[in-house]
């Protein structure tokens, strides 16, 4: 009876927020406070989110893959019934290189003309000069804004839940089983890129490559709880792994990004690019317990949980800025703030005032809001229509054959365990971390429209083939 009486509720709900939905995202509503709009955009996307979520979780699927697919159906019926707001933000970071085009002096025209191509400028300008067009180029910039602060905190909490103490005592069987992940979905991915891409440039051969060696190893995480295995051998040795495939994930995506700015392939610029993140995560590993100690010193005269909160968000934020600062991507920075941070810290505090939260969870729902609107983000911008050309299919096609074959080999790493394949299945879904590495590859102009609709197949498919095919391996194995 609950259970209709809730149902009965969300569809209630929803028929109520319908009108306002649309309303809000043809912007026909005439509103006092100029930021009511981005307040209408930004809830919608979350509304879309959670029923994602809800409905991925109902169904036995990760959240992501829920959040992502409501996204490309919203994205995609959305565009053909002419929403332009929705027809704005699947365009992705085209729509702000138009900007930057617009103040470097280019009109409108050939600026829309350079960032979005010939086949939607034309759509594209009648959306920006019409009557709400700076009000839906207001929403999509802070619903951009948002995403990317969603991925620093992703990237901050998975270093939190990573320590220095294991990536030291991991074994030869995880470190192998991570360099082999890696290099052979990268040399796949490479190779499957050059054979079916026609005049393949270099710098997407080599983005798409990086972009299979990411490996989100929370889903398979997820399965080890539920099967109560995660202090298993095998657990032990994908999650040693998974810690190492991070940082090596991480460096690649720097040198690969590198070498795409620079627009050549310099070993002396390489051989920096690995020095330089090298250096940097060693020196915030050693320097960076200084930093946050002077930091708990300043908020001294604070409530702990208000100086817990700030101490985490100044330091993550500073080290994604560093991060960038020295050439590397600022979730780089998120990562390596999240290793070092640690409750420790204030547990000299104030023995009279504990705290009763840790830094997790004063993050974590940060990270809840803000992250589902990058993957909504994300599968707005997969158009559906690219899907019908046949070489994209193939491509699709392809990178999904390199993905997994690659991670299934990376099992045969870990020598002191039988069941190889079972370990290579736990490295297979890409998750968030691929879609991290795609949406970069996307702003850098490195992967278009048509190679980052077939990525996110790619990540959809092995991250919804993998639980199921890992259970099997398991129980096998039991």
Partial sequence: MI??????????????????AVSAAQFHISHNDPIAPVILGVTGILFV?????????????????GELIMGIAVGNLAFYLQFDLITVLREGPAIFSTIEYMLKGENLELACLN????????????????????????????????SRYGIIFLLFLVGIETSVDEMRKVGPDSSRVAVIGVLLPFLFGMLASSMLIEDADLNTSM?????????SVGITAMVLQEMKMEKTEIAHIILGAAVIDDVLGLLMLAIVSGIVITGSIDLIHISLTVITA???????????????????????RL??????????????????????????????????????????????????????????DLIMPLEVILVPIFFVLMGLQVKLETFLQQDVM???????????????????????????????????????VGLIFAAIGKSL?????????????MVIVTTLLAPPLFKDCLKRCQ
Avoid at 49 to 65: E, Y
Avoid at 207 to 215: D, R
Wanted: with cysteine; net charge positive; proline share 2%.
């Fill in 394 to 432: 193939l491509l699709a096609a392809g990178l999904l054959v390199a993905a997994v074959a690659g991670k299934l080999l990376s099992g045969f790493g870990a020598l002191s365990v039988k069941n190889h394949f079972a370990i290579g299945i736990g490295m297979m879904p890409r998750g968030e």
């Fill in 207 to 215: 983005f798409l490559g990086a972009t299979l060696a990411a490996t």
């Fill in 278 to 300: 090298t250096i940097f995560l060693v020196a915030t590993i050693i320097i960076g317990p200084y930093i946050i100690r002077l930091f708990v010193r300043m908020f001294c």
């Fill in 49 to 65: 989110a959670l029923i994602g979520r809800f409905s991925a979780r109902k169904l036995g699927f990760p959240s992501v893959i």
């Fill in 3 to 20: 259970r209709k009486n809730l149902s009965l509720s969300l569809i209630l709900l929803l028929l109520l927020l319908l009108p306002s």
């Fill in 445 to 457: 102009g490195v992967l278009n429209d048509a190679l980052f609709s077939a990525v996110v197949l």
């Fill in 115 to 146: 960032a979005v191509g010939a086949e939607g400028t034309w759509r594209i300008l009648h959306i920006l000069r019409g009557e709400h067009g700076g009000e839906i180029l207001q929403v999509a910039h802070t619903v951009d804004v948002f």
């Fill in 303 to 360: 409530d702990i949980v208000e100086a817990k909160m700030f101490v985490s968000y100044l330091f993550v934020m500073l080290m994604a800025w560093m991060a960038n600062l020295s050439g590397l991507a600022t979730i780089v920075g998120a990562f390596a703030a999240g290793l070092i941070l640690q409750d420790a810290y204030f547990e000299s505090w104030d023995n009279d005032r504990k705290c009763p939260v840790t830094i997790k």
